[in-house]
């Protein structure tokens, strides 16, 4: 039953983590279509999350 019952729950982790791989190269090929991005992201602790975040904020 233990078996069972982890199998189960690294299933569940391998396919959110799938997901998630899915939505980080969304992402990133949104942010290449975006000008300024690149600009953006050489900025010392600027990374992806913190581009998008701070862009989709702008859009709002």
């Given at each position: 039953?233990?078996?069972?019952?982890?199998?189960?729950?690294?299933?569940?982790?391998?396919?959110?983590?799938?997901?998630?791989?899915?939505?980080?190269?969304?992402?990133?090929?949104?942010?290449?279509?975006?000008?300024?991005v690149?600009?953006?992201?050489?900025?010392?602790?600027?990374?992806?999350?913190?581009?998008?975040?701070?862009?989709?904020?702008?859009?709002?």
């Amino acid at each position: 039953m233990a078996k069972l019952e982890l199998r189960t729950l690294i299933d569940k982790y391998e396919l959110i983590n799938e997901k998630f791989e899915e939505l980080e190269s969304n992402i990133d090929k949104l942010l290449e279509q975006i000008p300024g991005v690149e600009q953006m992201l050489a900025i010392k602790g600027i990374g992806k999350d913190t581009a998008f975040s701070a862009l989709q904020k702008a859009a709002a």
